[in-house]
T-cell receptor
């Protein structure tokens, strides 16, 4: 597609459940990023992939959060044992490379609600 | 040191006026500064970006002014329109690339 695609657009689940959020980056973009945006705040970095490998995962809040990008294209963010505090919009972005001066292009996010 | 501070938190401007949003940073390793526009329910959309080797960049009604010595930069929206009503985020990227650091956002409302 022309832009970054994220599915589902909305996800409602119960506390303690496992969720997977998917991101399909712009075709040909080697770098992929996950951010989390709470209401009224700017996006906060979670993890960055260059190709298949995680180049920087310093933003993952704890070991319940994990992300993969096995073929260097689509990425999945996985959250185990969800907590109410995980409720937020999860944004994915991609850029042509992960180097300096590279504009990052965002999808519309997955709005995750933990009941 | 990783923070980007943005102000004001909210801004109301009359149609045709100039909207000004300011950001400041501490980390001198930042060397790419994009601005994003976000509408409710949508992801941030890249508006305009600048590097510190220039003091100003203009694209249509949108201008970034950059003051490297003060470590400050600002977005000016000329002839503001109701359709510009959105939340605006400044951001900064380090010279190695990777993660963007975002400001807290400014909710702009342009009154007709």
């Amino acid at each position: 597609g022309a832009g970054v695609s994220q599915t589902p657009s909305n996800k409602v689940t119960e506390k303690g459940k496992y969720v997977e959020l998917r991101c399909d980056p712009i075709s040909g973009h080697t770098a992929l990023y996950w951010y989390r945006q709470s209401l009224g705040q700017g996006p906060e970095f979670l993890i960055y992939f260059q190709g298949t490998g995680a180049a920087d995962d310093s933003g993952l809040p704890n070991d319940r959060f994990f992300a993969v990008r096995p073929e260097g294209s689509v990425s999945t963010l996985k959250i185990q044992r969800t907590e109410r505090g995980d409720s937020a919009v999860y944004l994915c972005a991609s850029s042509r490379t992960g180097g300096p001066n590279q504009p990052q292009h965002f999808g519309d996010g997955t709005r995750l609600s933990i009941l | 040191q990783q923070q980007v501070k943005q102000s004001p938190q909210s801004l109301i401007v009359q149609k045709g006026g100039i909207s000004i949003i300011n950001c400041a940073y501490e980390n001198t390793a930042f060397d790419y500064f994009p601005w994003y526009q976000q509408f409710p329910g949508k992801g941030p959309a890249l508006l305009i970006a600048i590097r510190p080797d220039v003091s100003e960049k203009k694209e249509g009604r949108f201008t970034i002014s950059f003051n490297k010595s003060a470590k400050q930069f600002s977005l000016h929206i000329m002839d503001s329109q109701p359709g510009d009503s959105a939340t605006y985020f400044c951001a900064a990227l380090g010279n190695q690339g990777g993660k963007l650091i975002f400001g807290q956002g400014t909710e702009l409302s342009v009154k007709p």
